[in-house]
Nanobody, 125 residues
Framework: VQLVESGGGLVQPGGSLTLSCIVSGLTFQNHAMGWFRQAPGKEREGVSCIRYDGANKYYEDPVKGRFTISRDPLKNTVYLYMNFLKPEDTAIYYC???????????????????WGRGTQVTVSS
């Protein structure tokens, strides 16, 4: 299983970025997907997750109303649209797939994950 993130970079506060994650090695439409992040000196935390069929989405409170997750089964890709970015959004962003099939958007309940290598997002003026 391989997850490859892209789209990170440097952006000013209030700006936008779109992260993409291309997945191979598993049947994409059968697995819930999510985005996590790790800021310097902090533990990795969940950001947003989407059910295997896209029917439900979950967002952590700090990103609600600013970030949007979506998935495209034709491209085996999950996206994270990030708007109104803040300096505290600075982190390495990781794409993850629920190792179990037919998982929910409750990424905290996943039994195991596949991980990408991450992409750096820096929000600074």
């Amino acid at each position: 299983v391989q997850l490859v993130e892209s789209g990170g970079g440097l952006v000013q506060p209030g700006g936008s970025l779109t992260l993409s994650c291309i997945v191979s090695g598993l049947t994409f439409q059968n697995h819930a997907m999510g985005w996590f992040r790790q800021a310097p000196g902090k533990e990795r935390e969940g950001v947003s997750c989407i059910r295997y069929d896209g029917a439900n989405k979950y967002y952590e409170d700090p990103v609600k109303g600013r970030f949007t997750i979506s998935r495209d089964p034709l491209k085996n890709t999950v996206y994270l649209y990030m708007n109104f970015l803040k300096p505290e959004d600075t982190a390495i962003y990781y794409c993850a797939a629920d190792a179990a099939r037919y998982g929910s958007s409750n990424c905290g309940a996943w039994s195991g994950n596949y991980w990408g290598r991450g992409t750096q997002v820096t929000v600074s003026s």
